[in-house]
């Protein structure tokens, strides 16, 4: 063995796990006329944006082969995943919250068959899939109404499932939607409005809380010994240089779009920064003195991070046109640092120790909160290129990736942050949003050219391994960042 090859050991009760979502995986199969995702909507009115047309009508097929892909989750050694409830798919009438007995099944189904197959089941309420009627009657989650109805959803998801569900999350990336398709107007429906976005973000704030309000009340932890949290993806944000312009810059990117989810989940407050910014420039959300106390008093017991990437800020060098309504970039611009690690399939810089500096960030700034990884992982495109003669895909790429990012995160524990998990994004390669399969995550790959069939790539038969051993081989950090 190479003298810089050191054994990494998980602690005991570590979280090994993988994840995924109702709607990057289930398909259509089963949904009722009406039932539709704001995704749904969103691909059908712009399916030529979604790489070679794939989207979420059958995605993996999750919904009918469920089985199949649970008995693969053992076989890889997963120890937990983590999924959605389609809200669409739950609940029959979304104003009442009275739940479909279909939809409902299935997912008693999928929660007992992994139960069965010694695989903890993690459940979110929301990755996107919140009902298209409401989209189209209310706005989506620009309404708070909106946020009642979500509330009554999720007493009826902890009523069903609060038995068998140890770990719960209200969404996962809040800030996601809203930032690609009202703050950015990247994506279906195309709008550019500040204020709205913001409104967004508060309101799934209040929903978070009155979510983890209802849970407490009905005592569903309690009960189950359950904990209820939310699945954020800040991005570890790193300036040019330690100028004051630019740390300034690198701290307003870090108010819009990490402290504005993580100080309320944790701390309970909305940064007051935000409120005088967005009010400076006329942004600000609806809110009440009541609303704000709500937010208070319903702090999360978990925190899901989903890390990926580092996000590297400077001052902006330009004046902001007058013309083009306020945005967050207003004091900030991106920065392309040279002779960076890249993912080039992905576009993203690979940097390993944002999970280390997240993790410390955690500890010092965020009360040492019991967290986890809940999305880490590499899409490489092409992987039929990798396959050996048995036509097994040779990821030790992704092997690297996985081991390198948990090198630096079990430092950090050793350290005494409180992280006590790590998911992999993702179990099987699956649609992500306009990318579709672009981009394959998995440790099992989904053949689209073989009428979706699974086969085990050699990161399945790594993570079984580290699974069953608790520990694994990677190069010594030391000599790589100094």
């Known amino acids: 063995m190479d003298n810089n090859m050191k054994k990494y050991k998980l602690p005991e009760d570590f979280i090994l796990g993988a994840a995924s979502s109702a709607w990057q995986t289930e398909g259509w199969g089963g949904k009722k006329i009406g039932h539709d995702t704001f995704i749904d909507l969103w691909y059908k009115a712009t399916p030529e944006l979604w790489h070679n047309g ?46 479909d007995e279909d939809g409902a099944a299935f997912y008693d189904s999928v929660i007992n068959e992994m139960i069965k197959n010694g695989i903890e089941p993690m459940i979110c309420l ?41 770990i719960w999350f209200t969404f996962n990336e809040p800030i996601v939607l809203q930032t690609r398709t009202i703050l950015d107007a990247q994506r279906f429906p195309f709008k550019q409005d500040t204020k709205l976005a913001m409104q967004w973000n508060y309101n ?77 420039h006329n942004c600000l959300f609806d809110y009440t003195e009541e609303e704000l106390e709500v937010i208070k008093k319903n702090t999360v017991d978990i925190l899901g991070l989903n890390l990926y990437f580092p996000v590297r800020i400077k001052a902006r060098n330009s004046a902001w046109n007058p013309e083009v309504p306020f945005h967050p970039s207003y004091y900030f611009d ?34 040492n909160v019991e967290w986890m990884i809940s999305e880490n992982g590499m899409g490489v495109e092409g992987e039929d290129k990798y396959k050996n003669e048995d036509g097994v895909i040779q990821d030790d790429y992704r092997i690297d990736f996985i081991s390198e990012h948990m090198a630096w995160l079990l430092k950090a524990i050793d350290e005494g942050s409180n992280c006590k998990g790590y998911m992999l994004w993702a179990f099987t390669d699956c649609v992500s949003p306009a990318n579709a399969f672009k981009n394959r995550y998995g440790l099992v790959e989904i ?19 580290l699974s069953d051993n608790n520990y694994f081989y990677f190069r010594d950090l030391v000599p790589v960042y100094k």
């Open 54 to 99: 794939y989207g979420p009508a059958v995605a993996t097929d999750f919904y009918n082969r469920y089985k199949e892909d649970i008995g693969l989750m053992k076989e890889c050694g997963l120890r937990s995943y983590r999924t959605s409830i389609d809200w669409s798919r739950f609940i029959k009438d979304f104003e009442t919250g009275e739940v």
């Open 334 to 367: 991106h920065h392309e640092i040279q002779g960076k690690r890249m993912n080039p399939h992905r576009g993203w810089e690979i940097y390993p120790k944002i999970m280390y500096d997240m993790a410390m960030r955690m500890k010092n700034e965020y009360g």
């Open 204 to 280: 799934k704030i209040l929903a978070t809380a009155k979510a983890v309000e209802a849970f407490r009340r009905g005592n569903y932890g309690e009960k189950a010994g359950s904990k209820i949290g939310v699945v954020l993806n800040p991005e570890m944000t790193y300036p040019r240089s330690s100028s004051a312009h630019d740390m300034k810059a690198a701290d307003m990117f870090d108010l819009f779009y990490n402290r504005i989810f993580m100080d309320p989940a944790v701390k309970g407050e909305i940064p007051k920064e935000l409120f005088e910014v967005l009010d400076l």
């Open 126 to 166: 929301e990755h996107y899939e919140y009902p298209a009627a409401l989209f189209e009657k209310y706005g989506g989650w620009g309404s708070k109404h909106v946020i009642d109805l979500y509330v009554k959803y999720a007493v009826e998801a902890f009523k069903r499932y609060g038995d068998r569900v140890k």
């Open 447 to 465: 053949n689209l050219e073989d009428s979706r069939n699974r086969k085990m790539k050699k990161s399945g038969k790594w993570f079984r391994e």
